[in-house]
């Protein structure tokens, strides 16, 4: 327990070193949230385009594709906020600061993920503001199972993000740079979930929801909230609800990974 509490404490005073230094270069700052702004503002637009010439997407309509692009937005901006670090890890072992993670008195995860990396919950305000607006157009109803299982099924999508995240980091201690994979996994990520999986090719299908299970971070939850539990597909609606078990097995898959290469790293030679 009180190992626990000096790491709350650790991490209360990386966090407040995280905004003074993000809050120090404004100007900085602005231009960061501003590219959010029209990134994710882009990909909805896109969106809209789409179906503006196209009705719907197998029975998918724009207020549907809103709601599904929200849901993985917040999730993703969750992940962003509180876990990005992770994906410095690779860089910290080719500049040889990874070993002073080491010999530190603190879990060698732990610091990776709370050093401070100037974040700031920008993309997360955004994300919420975007959530909301989404629910409210697409007509979910907003009942006791919302409100219970939204948070859950978004903190388990950031899950699903941290340990893909952590699996790419971890492929480091061996190839030390993994620039080619990370970005296949985020264009996989960034591409496909923008758009219900239904409409794919079913090698496409099963890749999203047993290999890199992106899909369980909106798609089966905004089916089952928007009610299209009769959609051909290879898993009921219900099972978007087992989210948080998903994002939990796979982060636990990722830490054994990750012990795995940590026990057998050696450094880079510096």
């Known amino acids: 327990m009180r190992h626990l509490r000096v790491m709350l404490g650790v991490y209360v005073q990386y966090w407040r ?3 003074l230094t993000t809050l120090e270069y404004r100007e900085n700052f602005l231009l ?3 590219f959010t702004f029209i990134y994710h503002g882009s990909a909805v637009l896109a969106l809209w385009i789409v179906l503006n010439r196209f009705p719907s997407m197998n029975g998918w309509t724009f207020r549907d594709m809103a709601f599904l692009y929200g849901l993985w937005m917040l999730a993703h901006a969750l992940h962003n ?3 990005s670090t992770v994906g410095d890890i690779p860089e910290h072992i080719r500049d040889g600061e990874f070993d002073r993670l080491l010999v530190r008195p603190l879990d060698t995860l732990f610091q990776a993920i709370a050093t401070p990396g100037q974040v700031f919950p920008d993309e997360l305000i955004l994300a919420l503001i975007t959530f909301a607006a989404a629910t409210w157009y697409s007509g979910v109803q907003v009942d006791a199972t919302f409100l219970v299982f939204v948070p859950l099924i978004v903190a388990g999508g950031a899950l699903i993000d941290l340990a893909f995240n952590l699996f790419i980091s971890t492929v480091a201690f061996w190839f030390v740079r993994v620039d080619a994979l990370r970005w296949i996994v985020i264009q996989l990520e960034q591409e496909f979930t923008r758009y219900p999986i239904s409409i794919y090719s079913r090698g496409v299908r099963l ?3 047993f290999v890199v ?4 971070m909106n798609y089966f939850p905004a089916r089952f909230f928007l009610h299209k539990a009769h959609e051909n597909a290879m898993l009921p609606a219900e099972i978007g609800l087992l989210t948080p078990a998903i994002g ?3 982060v636990a ?3 054994v990974f990750w012990r795995f290469g940590l026990n057998r790293y050696s ?3 510096h």
């Open 17 to 19: 070193i995280n905004i």
């Open 32 to 34: 960061w949230f501003g």
């Open 81 to 83: 906020t509180f876990f």
């Open 207 to 209: 890749l999203l929801t």
């Open 213 to 216: 299970p992106f899909a369980f």
């Open 248 to 250: 939990l097995l796979f």
């Open 253 to 255: 898959m990722a830490y």
């Open 267 to 269: 450094g880079v030679g």
